[in-house]
């Protein structure tokens, strides 16, 4: 008799990690492909190395634990980081297998969503300011993270409210989280 459960899960069409205190349990193999390592290289490490810096993981982490205390299934887009440094614009899925302290153990999820996406007529630096708008962070925050004055984020700010063809910093976050794929 095959273990089917284990089939499902070393061949799901998405990358699927099993976090415990987001550290990686195990790893499907189609993490390969979608970030770069293999799942040997992945297990028993901090997801923080697919993320593309400290303060990602920690907003994006301590989001998603809040979320998944209320939620059974949380769902978010972000960027993350393959192994050969490239920041993609992901789909994340994770489920908390205890709702009471959801980074215990955890089942994710991860898809690369089309990067000709919203954030496709975006600079580099753009898109790199903009991984930081969706997450939430302020200008005075984001200046920080990437080395550079506030003003400086927010004339890059101004360039992709007017790329994208948006009003404000609320439509454009909008934009890039609703309109990618």
Not at 37 to 65: C, F, H, N, V
Not at 81 to 95: I, P, S
Not at 122 to 130: G, K, M, Q, Y
């Amino acid at each position: 008799m095959r273990d089917y459960e284990r089939l499902a899960f070393q061949h799901a069409p998405d990358a699927t990690l099993i976090l415990g205190d987001r550290v990686i349990l195990r790893a499907s193999l189609r993490v390969e492909a979608v970030f770069g390592w293999t799942p040997k290289e992945l297990e028993g490490q901090s997801i923080r190395m697919l993320y593309p810096g400290q303060t990602d993981y920690e907003l994006i982490g301590e989001r998603a634990r809040r979320a998944m205390q209320g939620a059974a299934v949380y769902r978010d887009e972000r960027f993350m980081r393959r192994k050969d440094g490239q920041v993609l614009w992901m789909e994340g899925h994770g489920t908390a297998l205890d709702p009471e302290d959801p980074q215990r153990l955890a089942v994710w999820t991860y898809r690369p969503l089309d990067s000709e996406g919203p954030a496709g007529a975006l600079t580099p630096t753009e898109r790199r300011i903009a991984r930081y708008l969706v997450n939430g962070f302020t200008s005075k925050e984001i200046a920080l993270a990437v080395g550079s004055s506030p003003r400086t984020v927010e004339v890059h700010r101004a360039n992709m409210i007017r790329k994208m063809g948006v009003r404000n910093s609320f439509e454009l976050v909008s934009r890039l989280l609703a309109g990618v794929g």
